[in-house]
């Protein structure tokens, strides 16, 4: 007897031989992907013992392997990462390559999926594992697809252990002003630290890695993102944090560059994408802590007609400040002279 099967004709036996051996490779994707996703060390080891894994070929060739070390490190599961790695202690070429593999469509290595994820356990372990700085280097110069490199991850997680372990791997000052600045990016780890930490520790010390003598570069790096001030509102849960981190950004930009005016374009501007100042974020959230700050930039008697223009700009929907706060329904904002 046969069984047809997609106009293909087979004898039964065969085709049930087929769909067993189907389903083995099914269940094995599950179980990998499953022990990845929970982080069960001893279930790994056994798994990769079966599967006879002994080269990074072994391991490319399971399937769902990229997925499965994707969960590994974006759990910050690591033992089962100290079991990988110990996989190629021996081989260092083998471990390159296991450390440079894109385990997303936007390109992020594992190194950067730790960090981003504040897993710095992980991170550590990583470069723990390689021998050669060099390798240590270009894994935290790696850039992602969409621009992004380890230091943006690191200050996103909000993890000051996460940047310093970046930044401790580049010893050549002008790579590290490469990875500080991002060329050709006008996001960097100064302004995405404060979407996630509002007491400005992590921007400071990105700073402070940048020599003295250099204050351009950190006034440039300070003014490469225009949602650097709207990310600090817009994140912050009290308006006091979100004054504390606007009061830091441009105090600090005031002090390197003694330049009132170009403190107060810095606050003029707008997001790329909502075209909104800091002035209507803060209005929108109701932080009247934030417009005092800004606004005691511009207390000079010559500046009283830049403020009431500052006030009158309008955002995308023909809003201003005012009337942002007149929707949120926010009284003590729109009082504020």
């Known amino acids: 007897k046969s069984h047809k099967f997609y106009n293909v004709t087979r004898k039964k036996d065969e085709f049930e031989s087929l769909k067993l051996v189907s389903s ?7 179980q990998l992907l499953t022990l990845c996703d929970t982080g069960s060390h001893k279930g ?3 798994f990769l013992i079966k599967a006879r894994v002994k080269t990074l070929e072994d391991l490319c060739a399971l399937d769902g392997m990229a997925a499965g070390l994707k969960q590994v490190y974006k759990h910050g599961h690591l033992k089962v990462l100290k079991i990988l790695l110990a996989l190629f202690a021996a081989d260092q070429e083998q471990l390159r390559g296991f450390l440079f ?3 997303d469509d936007t390109g992020r290595t594992g190194f950067m999926i730790a960090l981003g994820r504040g897993h710095t356990g992980c991170a550590k372990a990583v470069l723990a594992a390689v021998k050669d700085d060099n390798v240590k280097q270009e894994l935290a110069l790696t850039v992602a697809k969409n621009g992004s490199t380890s230091l943006i991850f690191a200050a ?3 993890s000051l252990d996460a940047v310093k372990c970046v930044l401790s791997v580049v010893p050549d000052y002008e790579q590290k002003l490469k990875l500080i600045q991002v060329e050709g990016q006008s996001c960097n780890a100064f ?3 404060f979407l ?3 007491d400005g520790a992590i921007a400071q010390h990105i700073l402070n890695e940048i020599k003295e003598e250099d204050k351009q570069t950190k006034i440039d790096v300070i003014l490469a993102d225009n949602g650097c001030l709207y990310n600090a509102v ?3 849960k009290y308006g006091s944090a979100a004054a504390a981190a606007v009061s830091y950004v441009l105090i600090t930009l005031f002090e390197l560059s003694q330049d009132e005016n170009m403190v107060q374009d810095f606050i003029e501007r707008r997001h790329e994408t909502v075209k909104q100042t800091v002035v209507m974020i803060a209005a929108e959230k109701g932080y009247v802590e934030v417009l005092h700050k800004v606004l005691s ?7 009283q007609e830049r403020k009431i223009k500052l006030l009158s700009l309008k955002d995308k929907d023909d809003k201003t400040a005012m009337d942002l706060a007149q929707d949120a329904k926010v009284k003590a904002f729109v009082s504020v002279d």
């Open 24 to 30: 083995l490779k099914n269940n094995a994707r599950k």
């Open 44 to 46: 790994i080891s056994e």
């Open 101 to 103: 593999m894109l385990l």
């Open 156 to 158: 996103e997680a909000a």
């Open 191 to 193: 302004s995405r630290s």
């Open 196 to 198: 996630t930490c509002n």
């Open 234 to 236: 817009l994140h912050a």
């Open 297 to 303: 930039f511009y207390d000079k008697p010559g500046d």
